[in-house]
């Protein structure tokens, strides 16, 4: 019972730890398809903007992130090249985005975390639900 309320203390402030906000106090929710994926599969990605105002976004600088016993960290080769351009979403709007899995990516519980700017200029990082690779 003690590892198992150390194992959740644990993912509920890794995502503190790494300045996301919980979805409830974010701008804006970023979710996945599904709970479940396969190695090589991709993930859709659908962005929600909850605020009053517009949002900047690009999809494309999501970041996968395996969860370890240090917390989570970002996975190893899932870099790509993105055009750098800031997107708006008004509030309630919704954007999608695929995000491709690597063939070779290890079992494990992962996350895709990106990055919004207010309409006052402050950034947030929001993050899906973990979801399993097997």
């Known amino acids: 019972m003690k590892k198992m309320l150390a194992l959740l203390l644990v ?3 890794g995502g503190c730890a790494n300045g996301l906000l919980p979805q409830e106090d974010a701008d804006a929710t970023l979710r996945t398809d599904r709970s479940k994926y396969a190695a090589g599969e991709a993930a859709t990605l659908e962005l929600a903007n909850t605020s009053d105002g517009s949002v900047g976004y690009n999809l494309c600088f999501s970041q996968l992130e395996r969860f ?6 970002p996975a190893e080769g899932t870099g790509t090249t993105c055009l750098g351009i800031l997107l708006s979403l008004k509030p309630g709007e919704r ?3 695929q995000l491709p899995l ?7 519980t992962y996350r895709v975390s990106t990055r919004i700017e207010e309409s006052d200029g402050d950034a947030e990082r929001v993050s899906t639900e973990p979801f399993t690779v097997r």
């Open 95 to 97: 954007a999608t985005g």
């Open 11 to 13: 993912l509920v402030c």
């Open 102 to 108: 690597p063939a070779d990516l290890r079992a494990g």
């Open 68 to 73: 370890s016993s240090t917390g989570w960290t």
